[in-house]
């Protein structure tokens, strides 16, 4: 699990915990096992119901993804395109036929590929820019089932503290039992926005933190392929990709 | 139904139904005609005065794809594309004209007729954005009118409620009716809560899954259809159009 | 007045007076002029604030608008064009001279005497996209009138209870009309929810949806007066507009 | 002041202060000049914070934007402008220089002397869309900032109740203050409502409308320059420039 | 610190402490350590959750930002550039070689060097727009993460209240403690509203005003660098750039 996501649970949960012990009440008081099935598994069924099977099916896909980052350095594949450039220059675009063998990043391999087979920078860069929209739609697929949850859940915790409610109401006569009603009544409301603000809402909010430094990623490779096709200079190369990173993060031997 | 759907429906309103076994009051207490007829019926209506009497006789066509979603086969569409691409490179454009009889989507079948009759490609893309534009405006009025519901059946809701609480408070002397007057009050937000998270959220969410499905599909056609135009490697055109789809659902053979 | 706005005022409206009288209390009990004053005349200054005096005055306009929608048949606008496009070709462009005549549409009828006039291209797109984005523009005006509004009802609904629960409050020690009071206090929460979701929103929608049906009106135009310019086979020309309606409403005998 | 908002004020006000006296309780009940300083400057505090100092010296201006809107005559301007062409066209583009000393717009005054100066029309274009663009920018802030106020006053007004609340709360035992005590908490969020629907949004509003109106304005100007410099015919010209105004404002002899 | 930071603060929390002491209540009653822990660090927690390490390391710089905002002065930037062209124009592009070595601002004195250098004007383009729009995202991200934060924070602000509230009622009948209960669990939802609404928007809304700043510094400066490039006259120049700014600002002695 990536530091931030560990950092913060700790930090979040912990506080929630503590306020709960602060209270004096005994700790049992907020655990309800139905309660809970009602938010989470009441708002899940809401939201695969919104949802078609491929995307519920990619679910556990998503949240290995939430919990084990892929770690990109774009440091590293601006330096390899650059070592593909010169060698472009230098010995011709066919001297790449070898090198792309070893490339892993699939969409750098293929992009290279069609440089190599001497298809049209047009072509190639509608074949690339397909490649980059619909992995946009799949990710932003993947985000909004998480998205979808964390409305639903606080609905659903707001459905069972008015089935709570009225379940109630319809006995005020029994005043004994009023605070323990509400008490539970309140836990579904407790457990909605807990579901969507600690869980749902951060999940979604890293798989598009994820996605944006993907497309970063993806973006370096589709300019840096463009550029040795068209046999633009590797250290204007160099420049135009390390244009994508923050200043300090740039060698500082930048400049030749 | 498609599975998603299914087992969406089972297990919230399983969860929905368990909790309200659960609070042990008879569940006869959730249940009230009236209320529901104001929730679901006064939205409707509030949401047909909102549309007009073409977007209302589609409803049920709307209800019915919620339900029964197209298969679409985004792998037969571009092997047959590539078939195409094909026999238009060996035996020329006009060759098609036979197999577009056999071409069941009519997006597909009129835009290679526009091709073989050797029309300008610019008026062709012309032709099928316009159909797609139109297509989607049509579909996002569809989806539009289970979102207005979804708005409208908790304002209905909390507009039972009020009236509810109104004739309550004109009443308070009778404290006996108290609890029942307001249990009574609630269950039009819980109608309303229900109707708008379980029913007309889901259904417009499917419909826009739907829609993007299909957009994708004509997409990959519109492609196909250009690239046979204007008479791209069959490789090439194959290549371009898998890109479309995620890495694991592209053939494993698809370097020749 | 059209059919879906009656079918929808008779549905909701029945369905909340069947509720109120349902609640076995007298109708008179929903009932306050000065509350209602306050929520429909208080919300509209607030809006008549936030707009020009411009806007104001076409107020009746928009509401004859809502009640009263023109009668737009893209086939028949379709056939004309087609027919336009045909005499052009065989007679050239000035031969539209007489039949502009008697095109009733005042866009339509300047966008040809350009044509007919010889105007540049270029220039012809320009001044026809003006007037529709100019046209966009008051549209959205006017729609924006009732969203505003219905922003403003249920918040003066909201001022109107709160107005009521202050005097209420400082009175506490009268318990014998704290239920009249709370019961007063509510109705203005009733009537600015009525007033949003049951007039205004359904106003709003309403303006829009007419409005996308000129534009698509409009755009149909646009693209036959530059067909009928560059001088576009007839049949190219129909099958283009064809493509801006669903596939059922083309006639049957479209391809020749 | 012009006149929507005068009638607006007196309109929506009227109402308020009507349905106060409506309620009974003497009107000094709704007045409190602590709650009013919290929910008003602090508000305003806190939109302060949120922006730079160059914007809050602006905001007199703003003020005074809200009640005192120019007087735009779009009709003046076109025939303005038809008259350049025409002397352009019979003179040349110098003879334009003597008249452009009388013009007094600005923006209209600078794009002419850039047209007779001989300047490239690519970055004529240029210089006077970065014009709009900033101009843009400069009125968004502008009713940016009464945007934020007005998201800001309710909120302050929430925590003057809370305030209320927690010292009313903490004094439970003493019940015979519980009334006056609550009414008091309940006159922040009342004053929050009103400084935001009743001050805040409408003078955003009003500046969204002028920003509008001053938009299209100086876009007429903008096709007007482009326009001469390219020669136009003047009567071509005059078509284009009243293909922004609404029909009805067109005058009727506009077919010459 | 900036002046309008300051006054807004004292302004917003001279307010809302005015009005706790106005209440007449303890100041202590306002008080309450976990309920701040609870709130501060709990919402930071999961806003942590949220993102990942790199954009959490970067708080520090972000919350810097706010309180010490740089100084832009778009006249002396312009002149500088303008200075530039003139050199270029008397002395050739390679005259500015020294000059660069004197600029601090490191995106100005890249894309000079570009220039002297020879770069094509597409790729100079290229590079300069990928920096600013990287930029961009990265000041998104920092302003993201207070508006996330202050999304979260009124969200524990609940959470905490429902902890106290569902605690107090399971205790009911202990009547004597509801009202401190009911005080205590206010304060979460009290504390909850002030960090968004007093400290985390006003941050994030300061982030994003000396973004725009800095955006239009650079746009400044890439409008300057591509002008000198393609050799336009330094008033031209001097004039479009100068259109970056509000009239008022421009200096008297514009025209030549």
């Known amino acids: 699990m990536d530091l931030a996501s560990l950092l913060g649970i700790i930090i979040a949960y912990g506080m929630l915990l503590f306020s709960m012990v602060a209270t004096g009440a005994p700790l049992i008081l907020f655990w309800d096992l139905g309660s809970l099935l009602l938010v989470v598994f009441g708002s899940l069924g809401a939201t695969i119901m919104s949802n078609d099977m491929k995307v519920i099916k990619q679910v556990p896909t998503y949240v290995g993804l939430v919990f084990k980052s892929k770690n990109y350095s774009p440091m590293e594949v601006i330096s390899q395109l650059v070592g593909f450039a010169e060698s472009a220059r230098k010995d011709g ?26 298809t049209d920078p047009i072509i190639i860069t509608k ?13 932003n697929r993947g985000a909004g ?62 798989l598009r933190g994820n996605h944006d430094r993907e497309m970063m990623y993806k973006e370096i490779m589709l300019e840096g392929i463009l550029s040795i096709q068209s046999g633009d200079n590797p250290r204007i190369l160099e420049q135009k990709l390390y244009s994508f990173l923050p200043g300090p993060e740039r060698p500082v031997s930048q400049e030749p």
Request: proline residues 2%; charged residues 20%.
């Open 93 to 118: 675009l066919l001297s790449l036929d070898d090198a792309i063998k070893d490339v892993e990043d699939k969409f750098l391999a293929d992009g290279l590929r069609l440089v190599v087979d001497g």
């Open 127 to 139: 074949i690339l820019e397909i490649e980059l929209s619909k992995m946009d739609d799949r990710h």
């Open 145 to 206: 089932f998480f998205e979808t949850w964390a409305a639903l859940a606080p609905a659903f915790g707001m459905l069972g503290t008015v089935i709570g409610l009225i379940a109630m109401m319809a006995n005020l006569g029994d005043t004994s039992s009023i605070g323990k009603g509400m008490a539970l009544a309140l836990i579904t409301t407790f457990y909605g926005s807990l579901v969507a603000n600690s869980i749902a809402l951060p999940m979604s909010a890293k």
